[in-house]
């Protein structure tokens, strides 16, 4: 099952992540985070609460214990990943949609 083993805040809306696949990378939130317009993600539009996450359950957690799929956290990372196009699909997601539907744990 994939999990995030470690998350160190970049900047803006970034995180860096290291999964238990061995993978590493950097995951944009910004337009996660700005463009839905459920309530529950109206303060992580501030930075400064952003940038306050934990590790839990294998994935980043916010206050009120929101966290995203590590799933989710993974395609943001590496949606552009040729080799990683079916897995995503797999999982609901596509290079063309950053649809939150299911990530939202």
Known sequence: MLGVQQAEYVDGYKIRLMFNNGYAGTANLEETILNDKRTIFLKLKDQQMFKDFKLAHSTIVWFD??????EYLFYLAFMEDDELQEQFRQWGYTANTKDLQGAIR
Request: proline share 17%.
């Open 65 to 70: 214990e929101l966290d995203l799929a590590p």
